[in-house]
């Protein structure tokens, strides 16, 4: 099965719990998709990047 990665850094589960931080870090401020078995599972998403997607949300259309 065919999956689209919507980020340039991807992490597996196991490099996420070893180094949690450095995982972020390898991201430069962007998502890094977690991958289990090599089939993503989830983004992990900066504070940063939160942020700018919380405000974007609360503007008006």
Same mark, same amino acid.
């Given at each position: 099965?065919?999956?689209?990665?919507?980020?340039?850094?991807?992490?597996?589960?196991?490099?996420? &719990?070893?180094?949690?931080?450095?995982?972020?870090?390898?991201?430069?401020?962007?998502?890094?998709?977690?991958?289990?078995?090599?089939?993503?599972?989830?983004?992990?998403?900066?504070?940063?990047?939160?942020?700018?997607?919380?405000?974007?949300? &609360?503007?008006?259309?």
């Amino acid at each position: 099965m065919s999956y689209q990665i919507l980020t340039t850094i991807a992490a597996s589960i196991t490099d996420l &719990k070893r180094n949690p931080m450095g995982t972020v870090a390898d991201g430069e401020g962007g998502a890094v998709a977690i991958l289990n078995r090599n089939e993503p599972v989830f983004y992990c998403v900066p504070q940063s990047l939160t942020l700018i997607i919380w405000n974007l949300q &609360k503007m008006p259309n």
